[in-house]
């Protein structure tokens, strides 16, 4: 469902953030992407969300290529960012409100939507305040309902667990679960390789804009002579 | 001193444009520094110094050279007061640093020096040219000896200081000593109430009083002038400063450098002790719930999109305090203006004049007014920045207008749309309220209507252009978003001067060719529907290149 061919990404013609990466996202995959701060992470998702074009290389979204379906690609997607800190001087059925416009949903389906996915994150009752008075674990908690709304076949998540509690992020980790049963494929970067671990069927292990491994996680245990993850994960980033 | 120049040199750079944002696209900043320095600095201080140098000149043989200019400097300063208060406010007490300058090891009179001297430097570069040419234009006009130059480059430097030190101190005890006063959205609000307040009240004091050259020239040339030592009291470094220049007494030099330096020592002192106790605490202010989210998730309703994004901006320009004082207020200035001027300005020659004219159809007078309302159309749509801060008001979120499936126009004309409703709505209540003083009857009031909507919707596109150019993303507040953007004061630029040209040379043509007033209007109706058509052209082949270039 996610299709990153030959992709290089350079910043102001001379940082090159991503050099020539490819990999591919199935339907039915949680991957999950790692890799030390500047790695590329972040760019990735924003090259997949078609919030920053690529120098090179095509990028393909639920069959979509971003170039030449940019509108059809943003529909097939569901988008966290690193920052939730986004027009919180809109209360949060307001902001959910304009989500479930700009991507058209229904409206007895947004009203059911958004109700039990508020419920699940505990969030109900703090949704008719502005999101200028919530946490920052609440804001990060209509950032995931926000992004879920629309029901869209991918997932991009970028760091979605910062912020949000014990209890969040296992109703977090469930859905992705059950999304990704539908057949459907959730793309995520994380810090916390327990996570990855315990969720993901695949991760990438991205550093200084390469891939230095992308593949199940029993397969890098056996290539390691069964060390921790921590332990793999420290010794590739760190070489 | 290392220390403070230090904090004082972060806090700029967190005002000025980034060096990314400066990289982004050097040759526009060197173009419009040009256009904005030859189009509107330099023809505004020259205008201040020549009309302080015929002051000073005009009151030279009643012996009172100096009170031209000291109005002017108290007039400065006051309005210095006026804007600083929310400044400051904003500065000392809600700013996103303030999180981080609060754990570091400083005093609290380093964290407010460097504060105080951060906004300063942001806050006085035009103030500093007014100045400039105002002291310039009285040591001209007043044939001051040569070392009245030495005031001028004095005075120019720190006479901004004292309202600020002012706008400090009382902030910090009302800080200090109130408990309303949470959070920063009362505060802009206050303080925008403020300022309104004040500026009504100096057009309506000034309207009732039937101001003209003729009386203010006979005012000044009393020595003893009420207003000017009720203003000596409160600014006394205004008069010490004209005066040393126009005696030479070095004791009146070092008496004003020594008033600054106390106002200094008291401010910072003041800092020390009520700052720390009154900043702990502030926040955001929490809301609290009105209606159940289960009342409201049953009334969801479907929107198109261009009414759910345009109910979007309108909630953000109207909660923001900042934006609302800055950018919505304004509008509806024109209006109060316009009604002030007619119902209570009735005595001045001038206006009784053109009143006169444009009821009994003089041509001249109706061709001052059409080009009166496309210069204040335009003018007031740059000034209000709604356009001109359409994508820098994304800030941080920038990225949303990216990774949604709205196409980059639609977006970009729901923000034009919302700066049409409000430069609009606030300029054809102002002309329909002419229209029934002038009894200019409903079709030419209309006319005057569709003109001024042409001049905002031009003006708009353009702004939102030119902010699609260079927009200010990184700020931490929403008034730094505002104060302190290159970007707006360019459109404001680029805008005065293609409306300067728009009205020169439509009177040109009136004055040196015998072309008919109405053909003129048409000629000017012409050139506004292409200038509108050249704006949204631009924004629709450009901007959304601009926007997807820009990676926020």
Redesign the interface.
């Known amino acids: 469902m996610i299709k990153f061919e030959n992709v290089t990404k350079t910043y102001n013609r001379s940082v090159r953030a991503l050099d020539d990466i490819s990999f591919n996202v199935k339907g039915g995959e949680i991957v999950g992407f790692i890799g030390p701060n500047g790695s590329g992470k972040t760019t990735t998702m924003k090259l997949l969300t078609g919030i920053i074009r690529p120098d090179s290389g095509k990028i393909t979204v639920n069959g979509f290529n971003i170039r030449e379906d940019p509108i059809k690609v943003k529909e097939s997607i569901g988008y966290i960012s690193d920052n939730p800190d986004m027009f919180l001087r809109l209360k949060g059925t307001e902001f959910l409100e304009l989500i479930g416009d700009i991507y058209k949903v229904p409206t007895d389906e947004r009203r059911e939507r958004i109700s039990s996915l508020a419920e699940k994150f505990g969030l109900t009752g703090a949704l008719s305040s502005p999101m200028m008075s919530y946490s920052h674990g609440m804001r990060q908690k209509i950032m995931v309902i926000a992004a879920l709304l629309h029901k869209p076949p991918v997932w991009i998540l970028d760091e979605p667990m910062v912020g949000l509690d014990p209890k969040s992020a296992f109703e977090l980790k469930q859905l992705m679960r059950e999304h990704t049963r539908e057949g459907n494929a959730v793309f995520f970067s994380t810090h916390i390789l327990e996570v990855a671990e315990k969720l993901c069927g695949r991760v990438i292990i991205i550093k200084k804009g390469n891939i230095l491994y992308d593949g199940t996680l029993e397969e890098l245990e056996k290539q390691n002579k069964n060390d921790s993850l921590e332990n793999i994960f420290l010794e590739l980033t760190e070489k | 001193m290392k220390m403070y120049l230090r904090l004082v040199s972060a806090l700029i750079q967190g005002v000025e444009p980034s060096d ?1 944002e400066k ?1 982004r696209n050097k040759i526009f900043y060197i173009v419009m520094a040009i256009i904005a320095g030859f189009g509107i600095m330099l023809p505004m201080t020259f205008f201040v110094g020549v009309i302080i140098y015929s002051m000073t000149g005009a009151l030279l043989p009643f012996g009172t050279p100096e009170n031209g200019a000291e109005l002017f400097l108290h007039l400065i300063a006051t309005f210095s007061f006026i804007f600083g208060l929310n400044v400051i406010f904003s500065v000392f007490y809600f700013s996103g640093d303030i999180e981080s300058l609060l754990p570091l090891p400083l005093r609290p009179y380093q964290i407010i020096g460097a504060k105080f001297t951060a906004a300063l430097i942001s806050e006085s570069v035009m103030e500093w040219l007014v100045l400039a040419a105002a002291l310039i234009g009285y040591t001209i006009g007043g044939k001051m000896p040569f070392y009245a130059w030495l005031g001028v480059i004095i005075g120019t430097i720190t006479m901004p200081i004292l309202p600020l030190i002012y706008c400090g101190i009382i902030c910090m005890i009302v800080m200090y000593f109130t408990r309303f006063i949470k959070n920063k959205d009362t505060v802009n609000k206050i303080t925008g109430l403020f300022t309104f307040a004040v500026i009504v009240g100096i057009v309506y004091t000034g309207s009732l009083s039937g101001f003209n050259t003729d009386k203010l020239i006979d005012a000044l040339s009393k020595p003893d002038n009420a207003l000017l030592n009720v203003m000596n009291c409160i600014f006394p470094t205004v008069p010490l400063l004209i005066r040393s220049m126009g005696t030479g007494s070095p004791l009146e030099l070092i008496l004003y450098l020594l008033i600054n330096a106390a106002a200094v020592c008291i401010f910072m002192l003041l800092a020390q002790v009520l700052y720390l106790p009154s900043v702990v605490g502030i926040g ?11 009342e ?3 009334k ?6 261009v ?3 345009l ?2 901006e309108f ?2 320009l109207v ?2 305090p900042a934006y609302f004082t800055n950018c919505v207020m304004i509008n509806f200035m024109c209006p109060v203006f316009v009604y002030l001027a007619f119902v209570i300005h009735g005595q001045t020659n001038f206006l009784e004049s053109f009143i006169y004219g444009i009821k009994s159809g003089n041509r001249e007078s109706v061709l001052m007014l059409v080009l009166g309302i496309t210069a204040v159309s335009v003018l007031v749509t740059a000034i209000n920045c709604i356009a001109s801060s359409a994508i820098t008001r994304e800030g ?2 920038f ?2 207008i ?6 980059y126009m639609t977006q970009l004309n729901v923000k034009a749309l919302i700066s049409i409703i409000f430069s609009g709505s606030g300029m054809i209540l102002s002309i329909v309220w002419m229209g029934i003083q002038l009894n200019t009857g409903y079709k030419f009031t209309l006319f005057c209507c569709l003109l001024s909507l042409l001049c905002v919707s031009f003006a708009t596109y353009f702004g939102i252009f030119m902010d699609c150019i260079n927009p200010k993303l990184i700020w931490d507040d929403e008034l730094n978003a505002l104060r302190g953007n290159y970007n707006i004061f360019f459109n404001m630029a680029m805008a005065i001067v293609i409306e300067g040209v728009l009205c020169t040379g439509s009177f040109l043509l009136y004055k040196y060719t015998p072309l008919g007033v109405l053909f003129i209007i048409i000629i000017d109706f012409v050139i506004l529907m292409l200038l509108n058509a050249v704006s949204y052209l631009l924004c629709y082949y450009k901007a959304g290149r601009l926007i ?2 820009l ?2």
């Open positions: 990314k990289k955001q202010g929490g809301a609290k719930e009105r209606h159940s989210a289960a409201i998730i049953s969801m309703k479907r929107h198109s999109t009414i759910t994004c109910k979007k909630r953000i909660r923001t941080k979120h990225a949303f990216k990774y949604i499936p709205v196409p997807e270039e990676e926020g």
